[in-house]
């Protein structure tokens, strides 16, 4: 049967405003003429920040001091497991190399990006996570030179619990800004940092749009639009535990959509009737911005089987897939478009968000067609060599030319054609 909507998102999360595009382009602009005293006016003006940019030892010890032990070892506890998963992804990037023809080799090699850039996101919520998940991650790709940025919590700065997570994943440097001027001095090289390879790390809207503007001489993980989450469940799921994740990732913001899909509809109706209670429940500014995204952006839908459900959620390509039903393994191997996935009720995206392992910068929008999130790989230059001796290269050298000849690359032909009298008949012989 088609799939049945008992909830409709009346909107669609907003796309890049053009008005924000032509401030980025603006502000980008200035910042590269200007450096980093352009930089320290947007963060006078822009984030009231008065205080060094630069991050001294001295503060980072003062804030190491200041984190209660519990919390640190909570902190260490998360970094562990995000370290040791990346550390096993890490062993999967290998160089190698491999005798195509006799005389005729051919290889890889896995080389670290000289310089990351990590844009660790501040304001209404401090996400020591990301942190972790980003400098961390890049850390252990053999990354030699870290920046990490921060936007100022008012008069505090970056947070204590934040930069002591700043720290212990492993960075090189971390400054006080955010917003564009953030990604401008990592961009750009200011305030002793050099030049980015790379730029990572989730943000705003600015954040995003100056990551894409910047996009091509300089790396990005991805273009990241508003978080996102759908669960599947079946008639084995629980509705409470359905409900409360949920409102969970609604609380990211007010444009980030959360998803439903289900085949059992006394589920989808006791999800209906619980949600908005739970989210009476939460604290401000929480409430409100759960509010709004479950009212414009949320969907529950009804499927009729769960090969259809699998069906919806490859077309909604979401962030986060979170599956709350029987056959496990069935889903796992079925599932097809998504960042992350999270299998079974005891899982839950907010493990992922915080502490499980795997990366939480992950593709949005509907890219998880055709990507991934951030890993190790990131941080890696997949390249390849090659090297030819007399054993193959006649052969070479004449497939070379023709096949430039057929496609009328005669330049091509001739830088092929120079090396076959060095193999002719007797040449070696006589030049001896």
Request: aromatic content about 6%; proline content about 6%; hydrophobic content about 45%.
């Amino acid at each position: 049967m088609a799939l049945t909507y008992l909830k409709t998102a009346p909107g669609e999360p907003p796309q890049t405003a053009a008005d924000i595009v032509d401030t980025v382009q603006v502000m980008l602009a200035r910042l590269k003429a200007g450096g980093a005293q352009v930089a320290l006016e947007y963060a006078h003006t822009l984030d009231g920040w008065q205080g060094g940019i630069t991050v001294t030892s001295d503060q980072i010890v003062a804030a190491i001091e200041a984190v209660p032990q519990a919390l640190k070892d909570d902190i260490q506890w998360a970094h562990d497991n995000i370290s040791r998963f990346a550390e096993a992804q890490r062993a999967t990037a290998q160089d190698m190399q491999v005798e195509l023809r006799p005389g005729l080799i051919a290889g890889q090699r896995q080389i670290p990006l000289q310089a990351a850039g990590c844009y660790v996101p501040g304001g209404r919520y401090t996400h020591i996570a990301s942190a972790l998940m980003s400098i961390g991650t890049a850390r252990v790709a053999g990354v030699p030179d870290i920046t990490a940025v921060s936007p100022p919590n008012g008069a505090e700065g970056i947070p204590a619990a934040m930069l002591y997570a700043m720290n212990l994943a492993g960075a090189t440097r971390i400054l006080t800004i955010g917003g564009v001027q953030g990604i401008a001095a990592m961009a750009f090289g200011m305030f002793g940092a050099p030049r980015a390879d790379i730029l990572v790390g989730p943000g705003n809207a600015y954040v995003a749009e100056a990551k894409r503007q910047l996009y091509g001489p300089i790396g990005i993980d991805m273009f990241a639009g508003p978080t996102d989450s759908l669960v599947l469940a079946d008639e084995t799921a629980d509705p409470e535990t359905v409900s409360v994740d949920l409102v969970g990732q609604a609380e990211h913001g007010a444009n980030s959509p959360v998803w439903l899909a289900t085949t059992h509809k006394s589920l989808a109706d006791q999800v209906l009737a619980r949600v908005p209670a739970l989210i009476a429940d939460l604290p401000e500014p929480n409430r409100q911005a759960a509010l709004t995204a479950w009212t414009n952006l949320a969907e529950i839908v009804l499927c009729d089987s769960a090969e259809e459900m699998a069906h919806y959620a490859d077309e909604k390509a979401p962030e986060h897939l979170h599956v709350q039903a029987r056959d496990l393994p069935w889903w796992r191997e079925r599932l097809r478009a998504y960042g992350s996935l999270f299998l079974g009720e005891e899982t839950t995206v907010a493990f992922g968000d915080k502490a499980a392992g795997p990366n939480h910068v992950l593709p949005t929008s509907g890219a998880a067609r055709y990507t991934g999130g951030l890993s190790v790989h990131k941080f890696l230059k997949t390249v390849t060599w090659q090297q030819v001796d007399q054993r193959t290269l006649p052969d070479l050298a004449r497939v070379t030319a023709s096949l430039s000849r057929a496609e009328r690359m005669e330049g091509h032909a001739r830088s092929a054609d120079i090396r076959l009298p060095k193999t002719a008949p007797g040449k070696r012989a006589a030049n001896d």
